[in-house]
C-alpha cells in the first residue's frame, strides 16, 4: 500500500455527558481502563488531517497528552467536542494553539438544549466558543446535525457562525454501531431539504471559495435525505480511518455493524494493520456498500480526491446567481419525482438507514458491555 498521508479519526472514548436524541452512545460508554493508550498513539501513520471525536473527548483528562502525540504526526488536528468543558477547552487551546475545535450546537438555545439533553449545553457551548474567539484560535466553528426538530435554525445558526467569523459544518440523520441507532430518520423531507437549500444559497453568494464546496456539501445532504447514491465515491479505508477507543482501526463510523481491519495495540506497527488481509476484507465489503452515508468524514476527502465535480458544480451555479436565478432543491429528480406523486414516502424510507428491526450494535467490548 501506499505511503502517503492519510485522513485519520480518533475516537478516544465512549463516554459521553450529553444526551442526544439523535444518539445513543452515552448509553453504551467505553470503560475508562479499557480506552486507546498513548503508546497505541504513537503507532498511527502520518496523516494530513486527524480528527479528534468520542463520544465526548474532554472526558478524558490525558487528551493534552494525546494531542501533543498526534501533534508530532499530524497536519492539522480538529477536535468535536459539545464545548461544555470550558476550562479544559481554553487550557488545552492555550498549549495547543493550532488546533481546531468543532463544538456541536444543535440550533438556538431552546431547541438545542432540547435535542442535546444537557442542562444550559448552548450558553455552555456558545460562551466557550466566543471565549476560544477572544483568544485569538482561527480554527473555530459550530457543527449541527440537522433533523426535523431544529431545520427552522440552520440560516440563523449559519449567520452566528458569521458573526463571529467561525467555521459551521453540517450533518444529518444517520444510523450506525457508531451512533448506537437504528431508527433515525428524517420525517418531513421538503421542509429540511428547504432549509439546506436556503442555506446553500448562503454559501453560494458568498465570496469565499471554501464556502462554495460547502455548498456542494449541503447538496449532497439532500440527495442523501431523498436516499439517493451518493455524490462522489467512497474511499475509505483506502484513504481514509478511524481508530476506536478499543484501539480497533476501522474504515468509518457509519456501517451498520462495526468492521474492523486489525487492532493497532496488539500489532507492531501501523503496517501490519493496514497492509493485513484482515485490512484487505473490509476494502472489499466498502466497495460493496449500499448505505451510502453522506458524512463530512468520507465526502471531504472525496471532494478532494473527485475535485473536477464539486468545480464543475459550483461554476454551474455562480454562473445561475449572475443571471439571477438560485440554486433549487428541484434540481434533483428524486425531489420532484416525490413532490408530484411518483415516489412515496415509504419508499423513499426504504433507501433510508433506518431499520426499526434491527438489532442495535454498539461496538462495545466485553468487559465495557459487562459494566
Not at 468545480?311 to 413532490?339: C, G, L, P
Not at 428491526?357 to 468487559?367: E, I, M, R, Y
Amino acid at each position: 500500500m501506499s505511503k502517503k498521508k492519510l485522513n485519520g479519526t480518533v475516537i478516544v472514548t465512549y463516554r459521553c455527558n450529553a444526551r442526544c436524541n439523535m444518539c445513543n452512545r452515552y448509553k453504551e460508554p467505553s470503560k475508562p481502563e479499557e480506552e486507546i493508550t498513548l503508546d497505541t498513539i504513537r503507532k498511527l501513520p502520518p496523516m494530513y488531517f486527524t480528527n479528534v471525536t468520542g463520544g465526548e473527548p474532554f472526558t478524558r483528562t490525558d487528551l493534552p497528552e494525546i494531542i501533543r502525540e498526534l501533534n508530532k504526526i499530524s497536519d492539522r488536528i480538529v477536535i468535536s467536542t459539545n464545548g461544555y468543558y470550558t476550562d479544559r477547552i481554553i487550557a488545552l487551546c492555550k498549549r495547543f494553539p493550532n488546533i481546531g475545535i468543532r463544538i456541536s450546537i444543535e440550533g438556538l438555545e431552546e431547541t438545542n438544549d432540547m435535542i442535546r439533553g444537557i442542562p444550559d449545553g448552548f450558553k455552555r457551548g456558545y460562551g466557550t466558543l466566543k471565549k476560544l474567539v477572544e483568544m485569538g484560535m482561527k480554527d473555530v466553528g459550530f457543527g449541527m446535525t440537522v433533523q426535523d426538530s431544529n431545520a427552522k435554525d440552520l440560516v440563523a445558526l449559519y449567520h452566528l457562525s458569521n458573526e463571529l467569523g467561525m467555521e459551521f459544518a453540517t450533518a444529518t440523520l444517520h444510523n450506525s454501531f457508531y451512533f448506537v441507532e437504528n431508527k433515525n430518520i428524517i420525517h418531513d423531507r421538503p421542509m429540511v431539504a428547504k432549509a439546506f437549500e436556503d442555506l446553500i444559497n448562503e454559501l453560494i453568494n458568498s465570496n469565499s471559495p471554501k464556502k462554495w464546496f460547502r455548498a456542494y456539501f449541503n447538496h449532497g445532504l439532500i440527495n442523501y435525505i431523498y436516499g439517493q447514491k451518493r455524490l462522489l465515491p467512497c474511499d475509505m479505508a483506502f484513504d481514509t480511518f478511524f481508530i476506536d477507543p478499543y484501539s480497533d482501526v476501522m474504515p468509518c463510523n457509519g456501517t451498520k455493524d462495526k468492521e474492523v481491519m486489525g487492532n493497532l495495540d496488539k500489532a507492531e506497527n501501523w503496517d501490519e494493520v493496514w497492509n493485513s488481509e484482515q485490512a484487505e476484507k473490509v476494502r472489499k465489503k466498502v466497495r460493496a456498500c449500499t448505505r451510502q452515508c453522506w458524512m463530512i468524514g468520507s465526502a471531504s476527502p472525496a471532494i478532494h480526491k473527485y475535485i473536477k465535480t464539486p468545480i464543475w458544480w459550483i461554476v454551474k451555479h455562480k454562473i445561475k446567481f449572475w443571471t439571477r436565478n438560485k440554486y433549487s432543491m428541484y434540481e434533483s429528480q428524486i425531489v420532484r419525482d416525490f413532490r408530484d406523486g411518483k415516489v412515496s414516502k415509504a419508499e423513499l424510507d426504504a433507501h433510508s438507514t433506518c431499520d426499526l428491526a434491527a438489532v442495535v450494535n454498539d461496538g462495545l467490548s466485553a468487559a465495557s458491555k459487562e459494566q
